[in-house]
């Protein structure tokens, strides 16, 4: 019902709009590599520079369609969502590379650029068939910038929060800490990267290490944990070779070492390549992952993705359409089709977009066994059917999703332990509303899921009202988010930064107020940050 309300009001609300001055555009931007670009959401690097944001998740938090659970604060670890889905259900790249670690999705906020590394970061939908296994719901990527021009940043905050970036040559370095808003929240934390382009040849290498409190995390303990990821990267042209490494320490109780302690090494390798012929775009992608870890054991997969693409004009429409042919090492092999339908009316782009996609267990759901979890070898992959509808009136732009999910995957209450079983079929639908008026950005969605009949410990929080807003003044800026998550209070956060001549004064959730993304973890309140940004030599000759 509330699905067909939504149709109704989408179809009215642009129908008035169409009755204006027709107006005939060019073009409407779509490809068969990329898909359609009116999906895509997309901040750059003008806004992270202009908020001084200081972490990832900060960045992402700007997004309307992406919400993060967040148990530590910048970056430490957050469960990331888009749409409703599970951290598990969304892709993250590099450069286009998939960073998804197959040891569990917790590990995925481990990126290893700064945000002053980043050029651009898009989000975009599984309907437009991104070539990745990782893209249930969608799909987020990080674009690195040039590193050769120097720049460096200083700042210090609350809690004893440092945070130092410097790049100069292709080279950059971080590091970050505090000494924690809350009792065993402390954290420090480091990052470096390296680019070099040699004829045509692009290589990037990037390292990340963090050192972390984690009370509460994932289990009602004074946990610690400790990760390093690893990502090296090569391309020419249209191809890509990849390879990245992950080592993640985790101690359930850091009093008692002994109680549960689990050592985990993953690995993956792969190669993209994408190449167009008069018959259309043929792509694959093809990746090793492997993970030798002290309780899970010794695992390996293979997936493999064969991408056929063709972008067609008929009768005023343009279209994009073909096929995945996705398979993965003891898991079976599937025929994903997708399709997308543009047409400019007037001065409204409209644009139908629909995929099929598939996600297999990763390691932890299969094989993970603690005092308070029990992984399930015998889970079956998960299965979606994604659709799309799009307009676009100068700088307001609606879309209205709906996400048909089958033998969705969570952790269900087995007496004293979390059970990973195949919980559900369900449906996931909603609206993304989008305004730019001026220095004003506005973003919001509005989302729905069905209810699980299980005590679940994931698919109960997701916001289902969701509001951003940004204005971008000549000193200052001014962001803020409403959320409203289900089963959990709402959070108004508002955020400010002022500017003065390469300083800049940050103050985070300036009411203070107290909210949490993820049940029993609260979220910092009133933070002050102080901090310096300076292009060219901190100290001049």
């Known amino acids: 019902m509330r699905l067909r309300l939504f149709m109704a009001f989408f179809l009215f609300s642009f129908s008035l709009l169409a009755s204006e001055k027709l107006q005939v555009k060019e073009s409407i931007e779509v490809t068969a ?22 972490s990832n998740d900060e960045i992402l938090s700007l997004f309307p369609s992406v919400f993060l659970s967040i148990r530590g604060i910048n970056g430490l670890q957050g469960d990331i969502s888009y749409r409703g889905s599970r951290g598990n259900q969304v892709g993250v790249n590099i450069l286009g590379v998939p960073l998804n670690n197959m040891q569990t999705y917790h590990h995925n906020m481990d990126i290893p650029l700064a945000p002053e590394d980043i050029e651009y970061v898009t989000v975009e939908p599984s309907s437009n068939a991104n070539l990745t296994p990782y893209s249930f719901s969608g799909v987020i990527d990080f674009e690195v910038r ?35 808003y809350i009792e065993d929240s402390k954290y420090n934390k480091s990052n470096i990267t390296y680019q070099y382009d040699f004829k045509g040849v692009k290589v990037f290498a990037a390292f990340n290490s963090k050192h972390f409190d984690a009370r509460d995390f994932y289990a009602p303990y004074p946990s610690y944990e400790r990760t390093q990821t690893s990502v090296l990267i090569a391309s020419y042209g249209k191809t890509k070779l990849y390879t990245t490494r992950h080592y993640d320490i985790f101690t359930l109780d850091k009093n008692n070492p002994d109680l549960f302690r689990n050592i985990t090494e993953t690995y993956k390798s792969g190669i993209i390549q994408s190449f167009e012929t008069k018959l259309g775009l043929f792509g694959i992608n093809i990746e090793f992952n492997s993970m030798d870890s002290k309780t899970m054991g010794e695992h390996n997969i293979t997936t493999s993705i064969f991408r056929y693409a063709k972008v067609f004009d008929f009768s005023g429409f343009k279209f994009r359409g073909g096929v995945n042919y996705y398979s993965a090492t003891n898991r079976g092999k599937y025929i994903l089709p997708f399709f997308s339908a543009l047409k400019s009316m007037g001065r409204i782009d409209f644009s139908f977009d629909f995929s099929e996609s598939v996600r297999v267990p990763d390691f932890t759901e299969l094989y993970y066994h603690s005092p308070v979890n029990s992984g399930n070898e015998n889970l079956r992959e998960e299965k979606s059917r994604n659709f799309q509808l799009t307009a676009e009136y100068k700088m307001v732009k609606t879309v209205l999703f709906y996400r048909k999910e089958k033998n969705i ?77 289900n089963n959990l209070n709402k959070a108004s956060v508002l955020n400010l930064t002022f500017w003065g001549e390469g300083f800049y004064l940050k103050i985070l959730n300036a009411f203070d107020k107290e909210y949490q993304t993820y049940p029993g973890i609260p979220m910092p309140g009133r933070v002050v940050i102080f901090g310096y940004r300076m292009k060219g030599a901190l100290i001049p000759d």
Request: glycine content about 8%.
């Open 146 to 180: 040039n590193n050769k021009d120097e720049f460096n940043h200083l700042a210090y905050g609350s809690d004893d929060y440092y945070h130092i970036y410097a790049r100069e040559n292709g080279f950059s370095y971080m590091f970050e800490g505090s000494s924690g």
């Open 409 to 485: 995957i969570d952790w269900v209450r087995e007496g004293d332990k979390w059970q990973a079983e195949n919980v559900a079929n369900g449906d996931v639908y909603g609206v993304d509303l989008f305004f730019t008026f001026g220095k004003l950005t506005v973003g919001y969605e509005h989302l729905h899921r069905e209810k699980i009949d299980y005590e679940t410990k994931y698919s109960y929080y997701y916001p289902k009202n969701k509001l951003t807003l940004v204005y971008k003044g000549k000193d200052f800026v001014i962001d803020y988010s409403y959320l409203d998550i």
């Open 33 to 54: 590599e990329k898909g359609n670009k009116k999906a895509v959401e997309y901040i750059d690097k003008s806004l992270i520079e202009a908020i001084a944001i200081n």
